[in-house]
């Protein structure tokens, strides 16, 4: 059985040449990165017609715009685009399945989300007290506590509300579908498991599940907890298109710093880089039509729309399409 350190050996070792040497340089590789995504049109448009529908979508469900505040005042994260492009992808992913709309549930979704982008952004870029105040709230007290016994924030921390906020949602699927309850929660503990596990802070851990496909998997199962739907192909194609962009543009950073990264360990089996990075955006493109055909163009178009946001998040591509533009 692999243990962290085992994996961060074999993802280095997959991007160094028999010589000790890189196979290939980082501004190599994402100048390469950067072509590719261009080609396959992934890179970021001018989309402020998307953008004013996203915010529309958030003043639908009445979310307040105070928590997206907080959130920067205490901990200097800047959430407003997690609220808002999940708030969309709430709307859309209901409107694939039903005309009816379930304003807790789509609530309950942009909510979690939120609080998972807090989190990583406490453990990635918090002090040594928020990092530690992250581990603590993903410990299985702390989850008995909100997502069992729906209790009410322990403190006034943005953390704390964003945690009581989405007990309150889990304890509404709790009453209506307890099945899809017991599922959510069984997959929150796997998640905070991942989230130990590739932040380095639990290092033996069974499997090398990406946090993120399970994570986005949760998001979708809160949005539809009450329509019973059990094909979760759609579910599967969204989550492995965003773990992809992530993984393909954090590789270097992943391995940095001693996280896990699934493309990292997949130069391992290949003697060519740029092969396997054509390799991965043609899986990316894979999952972008599986998603139009398994559920609709709209959801297909706002896939590319994160995809292309999400792009961003590595300055070195920021910087190309910068340049470029």
Request: charged share 25%.
């Amino acid at each position: 059985m692999l243990t962290i350190h085992h994996h961060i050996i074999m993802a280095i070792t997959a991007l160094k040449k028999a010589d000790g040497n890189m196979k290939i340089s980082e501004k190599a590789y994402y100048e390469y990165l950067y072509k590719c995504l261009k080609s396959h049109e992934l890179l970021p448009k001018t989309e402020l017609e998307q953008s004013m529908t996203f915010r529309h979508c958030f003043d639908m469900l009445g979310i307040s715009y105070d928590i997206i505040q907080k959130a920067y005042k205490e901990f200097g994260a800047y959430l407003e685009y997690v609220f808002f492009t999940n708030a969309r992808k709430a709307v859309l992913v209901r409107d694939n399945y039903t005309d009816t709309a379930s304003p807790v549930l789509e609530r309950t979704a942009v909510y979690f989300s939120a609080l998972g982008c807090l989190i990583d952004h406490m453990i990635d870029n918090g002090t040594e007290q928020q990092k530690k105040i992250a581990f603590s709230s993903l410990q299985l007290g702390n989850f008995s506590y909100y997502f069992e016994n729906f209790s009410e924030k322990k403190t006034d921390s943005v953390l704390d509300e964003l945690f009581e906020y989405v007990g309150q949602g889990l304890h509404f699927i709790k009453e209506i579908n307890y099945p899809a309850y017991s599922e959510i929660i069984d997959l929150i503990h796997k998640a905070a498991a991942s989230e130990l596990f590739v932040s380095g802070e639990k290092s033996s851990s069974c499997s090398l599940t990406d946090k993120s496909v399970i994570f986005v998997i949760i998001d979708l199962k809160i949005m539809t907890a009450d329509l019973n739907i059990s094909d979760i192909k759609l579910f599967e194609h969204f989550a492995l298109a965003i773990q992809l962009i992530d993984d393909i543009c954090d590789v270097f950073e992943d391995v940095e710093e001693g996280h896990s990264n699934p493309v990292a360990l997949l130069f391992e089996s290949s003697d060519d880089v740029y092969t396997a990075v054509d390799k991965v955006v043609g899986e990316l493109i894979m999952h972008i039509n599986a998603i139009n055909k398994e559920g609709s163009i709209a959801l297909s178009n706002f896939v590319l729309y994160e995809i292309r946001e999400w792009s961003m998040s590595c300055s070195y591509i920021r910087k190309m399409v910068w340049k470029n533009s």
